[in-house]
Nanobody, 121 residues
Framework: QVQLVESGGGLVQAGDSLRLSCAAS????MGWFRQAPGKEREFVAA????????YYADSVKGRFTIARDAAKNTVYLQMNSLKPEDTAVYYC??????????????????WGQGTQVTVSS
């Protein structure tokens, strides 16, 4: 059983930065998703713990960075130049290996509880 514990959400102004953390109990392929009110959950970024490859949605490329601290078994999502449209509940997700379907929610077996990110204009 994998446990995912997220932290780091909050209320910020447009242009500010936030860093989300996801502590995982095991080594897995990790993803971040987000869900805004009335919208479907969407892919944000992913990190392969075995290859260190990173993957991003076009909407966050160049502004968000996913990285990990192996010693802490934690994956981070550094979010810079935040925009009001980034407002959502952000979820950490995990699966056991890379899949070509990594951008879909169905590809992941484990999910965190979510953390709210609100960006005011």
């Amino acid at each position: 059983q994998v446990q995912l514990v997220e932290s780091g959400g909050g209320l910020v102004q447009a242009g500010d930065s936030l860093r989300l953390s996801c502590a995982a109990s095991s080594r897995y392929f990790m993803g971040w998703f987000r869900q805004a009110p009335g919208k479907e959950r969407e892919f944000v970024a992913a990190f392969s713990l075995s290859t260190s490859n990173t993957y991003y949605a076009d909407s966050v490329k160049g502004r968000f960075t996913i990285a990990r601290d192996a010693a802490k078994n934690t994956v981070y999502l550094q979010m810079n130049s935040l925009k009001p449209e980034d407002t959502a509940v952000y979820y950490c997700a995990a699966r056991s290996y890379f899949s070509a379907t990594y951008r879909t929610t169905g590809a992941y077996d484990y999910w965190g509880q979510g953390t709210q990110v609100t960006v005011s204009s």
